[in-house]
C-alpha cells in the first residue's frame, strides 16, 4: 500500500504541474506583414496583419491622409490613400490584437503619393567652337503625362540611336522625397526582327526622382517612372505610375556612293575677271558637279514594320570648311590677293571684300566653319545642310526603309584682272580648299524638315564622315590666256591610317581598346578598327585620311563636325594689302 499511496501522490503532483501550466496567462503578439509604405493618392491597398495565437480580435486605426475602407476588425484591411502626404512617412496605420483579455499592436508609417508627369530633357548638338555671341543652342524639354500605352504623334518622344547626350529624366512627385524607379519596356506591337533588348536608363543615385535614358535601342519604347514600394527598383502592378512614349529610330549606312567629277571644270577670262567654275550646283545632273554625295542608308524605327513615325525623320549633308581657304591671285609687283575668313569684313574697302593698304586690320575667324547658303544657316534642322541636299527616295522594306540621300557641291571663285588696290595685272592664281562633310539624320516631332524650334531639330547624328579637297593652279598672260599648270583636282579622302612614326604611348590606349584583339581587314573586324582608330587619335597619335562609318551613330560634334553659324560664306574676305 504504501507504494502505491507514494505513485498516487507523483501523480498528484505532475497533474498539479500540468494544470498549472496550462492556466498560465496568454500574451499575444501581433505584426503588418509585408507592408507597402507608399499608397497612390485615390487608390487603395490591402494590407494584413497576423496576429498570435490565434482566435483573437483585431481592431484597425489610421492617422493622417488615409482612411480605412470597410470594415476595421478584420485580418485583412483595405486602406485608400485620401490626401497627398505632405512628407514621407507622415501617415500611420495601426492594429490592436485581442486575445484573452490581453493586448498587442503594431504599426506602419505610410506615405500617400502621386506621379504627375515625367520630364524630358534633350541636349541639343552643341557649337564646336566657342565664338563671342554665339551661344550653345537651347535644349530641348519634353513633358508626358501618359498611363496609357499609346504611341500617338505629340505624345511620342522621337529620337536618334546612336551615341548620343544622354536624355536626363526626372518625375514630378509630391511628396517630392518619395522613393521612385525607373524601368523600360518594349511595346508589345514590335517586330520580333527589332529584338528584345531595351535602353538603359540609370536610375540617379542621390535623388531617385532623376534618371538619364542613352539612346541606344531601336524600336518603340515606355520609360516608366513608378513608386518604389519595396526599395527594389522593380515596378508592381499597384503603384502609381507615368509612362514617356518613346520611339528610337536607326540609321546605318548600308553603301556609299560619293563620287567626284571633274570635267566640266572651267577656268576663263571675261568681263574684267578670272572666273574658275567647277559646275552649276544641278542636283538634277550631279555627275557635272564638282562631288555627288551620296548614300543608301537603312532606316529602322518600331512598331510592326520598323516603320512607325519615320516621317517625322530627316538627312542631309552637313559640310564644313575644315581649314582656312589657300586661294591666291598672285598680280605683278610682285603683289597678292588671297581669300580669308574674317568679322569685319565689312570694314574692308577693296572690291570683292578686300582689305587694302588703309584699312582696319582683319579679324580673322579660323575653321572650321558651317558651309551652307541657307537662309538662317545653323539654326536646325536642314538650315546645317548644303544648300541641295535632300532625300531623294525612301523605299519600304520588309523592316523599316532604305532612303537614298544627296547632295551636290561645286565650289568655284573669281579674281580682278587687276590688283583692287595697286593695279597690277594678274599672272597666276592658285585655288585650294579642305572640307570635311558629315551624313547626319535628325528628328522633329512636328514633321518639319527645317528650323521649326520642336524636339529635336538641332540634335544631328552623323553616320558617315569624310575629308574632301580640291587643288588647281592657272596662269594668266598678259594677253589673257589661261593655261591650266596644276590640274583640278577633286578627291574624297581614303580611311584614317596611323602616320610613322607611330606613337608608342597611342598604340598601348588603342590596343587596349580592342582587348589586345590582332585586327584585319575584313568586314567582320571594321567596328573594332574604328575603335583601335578612335583611341589611338585620341591617344596623341597622328593620322592621315578621314573616310569614318559611325555604327552607331555618333553626334556632329563628336566627329568635329560644327552645324552651328557662322558660316563660311558670311565671314569671307580678300586681304590684298600686300
Known amino acids: 500500500m504504501t507504494l502505491s499511496e507514494d505513485k498516487l501522490s507523483e501523480d498528484k503532483e505532475v497533474c498539479s504541474v500540468v494544470a498549472t501550466c496550462r492556466d ?61 502626404s505632405g512628407a514621407v512617412d507622415d501617415a500611420e496605420l495601426k492594429v490592436e490584437y485581442t486575445h484573452s483579455g490581453k493586448k498587442d499592436s503594431d504599426s506602419v508609417k505610410l506615405t500617400v503619393y502621386a506621379i504627375t508627369d515625367i520630364k524630358a530633357k534633350i541636349k541639343s548638338t552643341p557649337r564646336l567652337t566657342a565664338r563671342a555671341g554665339r551661344a550653345n ?69 542621390g ?17 516608366r517612372a ?169 523605299t519600304n522594306r520588309s523592316l523599316g526603309q532604305r532612303w537614298i540621300v544627296e547632295s551636290v557641291d561645286s565650289p568655284g571663285d573669281s579674281a580682278p584682272l587687276t590688283h583692287p588696290h595697286f593695279g597690277t595685272a594678274l599672272n597666276r592664281y592658285h585655288f585650294e580648299l579642305f572640307f570635311s562633310t558629315a ?13 521649326s524650334g520642336d524636339i529635336a531639330d538641332r540634335v544631328y547624328a552623323v553616320i558617315q564622315d569624310y575629308h574632301w579637297d580640291m587643288r588647281g593652279e592657272w596662269t594668266v598672260s598678259a594677253l589673257g590666256v589661261v593655261t591650266n599648270v596644276t590640274p583640278m583636282s577633286v578627291a574624297i579622302s581614303g580611311p584614317r591610317k596611323a602616320t610613322k612614326p607611330y606613337n608608342a604611348g597611342a598604340v598601348t590606349a588603342a590596343n587596349a581598346a580592342v582587348g589586345g584583339k590582332k585586327l584585319t581587314n575584313k568586314r567582320k573586324d571594321r567596328a573594332k578598327r574604328k575603335t583601335w582608330m578612335d583611341a589611338y587619335e585620341k591617344g596623341g597619335g597622328a593620322v592621315t585620311g578621314r573616310n569614318v562609318i559611325h555604327d552607331p551613330a555618333c553626334e556632329a560634334h563628336d566627329v568635329n563636325c560644327e552645324v552651328r553659324p557662322p558660316t563660311g560664306l558670311s565671314l569671307l574676305a580678300n586681304d590684298g594689302r600686300t
Not at 519634353?142 to 529624366?169: I, N, P, Y
Not at 523600360?184 to 506591337?189: E, N, Y
Open 24 to 84: 498560465a496567462p496568454v500574451t499575444p503578439g501581433v505584426t503588418i506583414e509585408d507592408a507597402c509604405r507608399l499608397i497612390p493618392h485615390g487608390q487603395s491597398k490591402k494590407y494584413k496583419a497576423k496576429g498570435n495565437p490565434a482566435g483573437g480580435a483585431y481592431n484597425w486605426t489610421a492617422t493622417g491622409g488615409i482612411s480605412i475602407v470597410g470594415a476595421a476588425n478584420t485580418k485583412v484591411v483595405e486602406v485608400k490613400g485620401d490626401t497627398i
Open 137 to 205: 543652342p537651347a535644349d530641348y524639354n519634353f513633358t508626358s503625362t501618359e498611363t496609357a500605352e499609346a504611341m500617338a504623334v505629340g505624345k511620342c518622344l522621337v529620337l536618334m540611336k546612336g551615341k548620343l547626350q544622354d536624355v536626363d529624366l526626372e518625375a514630378t512627385v509630391s511628396p517630392a522625397t518619395t522613393p521612385i524607379g525607373w524601368d523600360v519596356k518594349r511595346a508589345g506591337d514590335d517586330s520580333a526582327k527589332l529584338g528584345k533588348a531595351t535602353p538603359t536608363v540609370t536610375r540617379d543615385g
Open 207 to 223: 535623388n531617385f526622382r532623376k534618371a538619364t535614358l542613352k539612346t541606344d535601342e531601336r524600336g518603340s519604347f515606355y520609360v
Open 226 to 394: 513608378f513608386g518604389d514600394c519595396k526599395g527594389t527598383n522593380k515596378f508592381q502592378a499597384s503603384e502609381a505610375f507615368r509612362l514617356l512614349p518613346l520611339v528610337l529610330v536607326e540609321a546605318k549606312l548600308h553603301r556609299s556612293r560619293s563620287r567626284t567629277h571633274t570635267g566640266h571644270i572651267t577656268a576663263t577670262v571675261g568681263g574684267g575677271s578670272f572666273r574658275l567654275r567647277t559646275g552649276s550646283f544641278n542636283i538634277a545632273a550631279p555627275n557635272t558637279e564638282a562631288i555627288h554625295m551620296n548614300a543608301t542608308v537603312d532606316v529602322v524605327s518600331g512598331g510592326p514594320n520598323g516603320r512607325r513615325h519615320l516621317d517625322r525623320v530627316f538627312a542631309g549633308w552637313i559640310n564644313n570648311e575644315r581649314a582656312n581657304e589657300n586661294i591666291r591671285a598672285s598680280y605683278a609687283g610682285p603683289h597678292s590677293r588671297f581669300s580669308i575668313f574674317a568679322s569685319n569684313r565689312t570694314s574692308a574697302t577693296g572690291a570683292g571684300n578686300t582689305f587694302i593698304p588703309g584699312d582696319p586690320a582683319p579679324a580673322l575667324v579660323a575653321p572650321p566653319l558651317l558651309d551652307s547658303g541657307r537662309g538662317s544657316p545653323g539654326t536646325g534642322g536642314e538650315t546645317a545642310t548644303l544648300t541641295r541636299s535632300r532625300v531623294k527616295s525612301k
Open 439 to 451: 551624313l547626319a539624320f535628325w528628328t522633329n516631332v512636328s514633321g518639319v524638315s527645317g528650323a
